[in-house]
T-cell receptor, first 117, second 113 residues
């Protein structure tokens, strides 16, 4: 099974709200990724967690705050977002962040479609 | 540095036509290469991959060969179906940097009955 789940599927929030996106995988993967995807564009990497430690932050504004409470779960906390943050947020996982071959394949969740009003 | 270049879309084909979507890359090492497909409103699904030069990835009638000499990984299918209509992304993995992916811009495929 190569399933990554994400909740909620859709989210509408105001610019003063605080909300969280959740991502879960039970494949024993030790790398997890957050991406932002705007319409008709490829996914843009935001964060990488390797063995539950934040390893890459692609200069993401502080209004996005990632958290990895355990090896199966990844959260993205949202606060004071702007309308331009409206996008599809994708989570992915891979088996091992330091190995090649099958272990580097990323498996994506279905995404959370976020609308900021 | 690492980058991926895909042919511009959209690509419009009739059912049963032959498909080629070009993908070329630049990389500092020897990356793995991937094709992902995204249907409307969904996440990315792995279509196929190749981890070293001359490897051929294949799945659901799609094929791509890792060509080191031309730094290419072109996606092909002999006979497309309406259900293949989607956006296709070529990507490479940077093994030295937590397997960070570099994506091409994506190519939208429309298949007409």
């Amino acid at each position: 099974d190569t399933e990554v789940t994400q909740t909620p599927k859709h989210l509408v929030m105001g610019m003063t709200n605080k909300k969280s996106l959740k991502c879960e995988q039970h494949m024993g993967h030790r790398a997890m990724y957050w991406y932002k995807q705007k319409a008709k564009k490829p996914p843009e990497l935001m964060f990488v967690y390797s063995y539950e430690k934040l390893s890459i932050n692609e200069s993401v504004p502080s209004r996005f705050s990632p958290e990895c409470p355990n090896s199966s779960l990844l959260n993205l906390h949202l606060h004071a977002l702007q309308p331009e943050d409206s996008a599809l947020y994708l989570c992915a996982s891979s088996q091992d962040p330091f190995s090649g071959g099958e272990r580097e394949t990323q498996y994506f969740g279905p995404g959370t479609r976020l609308l900021v009003l | 540095g690492n980058s991926v270049t895909q042919m511009e879309g959209p690509v419009t084909l009739s059912e049963e036509a032959f498909l080629t979507i070009n993908c070329t890359y630049t990389a500092t090492g020897y990356p793995s290469l991937f094709w992902y497909v995204q249907y409307p409103g969904e996440g990315l699904q792995l279509l196929l991959k190749a981890t070293k030069a001359d490897d051929k990835g294949s799945n659901k009638g799609f094929e791509a060969t890792y060509r080191k000499e031309t730094t290419s990984f072109h996606l092909e299918k002999g006979s497309v179906q309406v259900s293949d209509s989607a956006v296709y992304f070529c990507a490479l993995s940077d093994r030295g940097n937590f397997n960070k992916f570099y994506f091409g811009s994506g190519t939208k495929l429309n298949v007409k009955p």
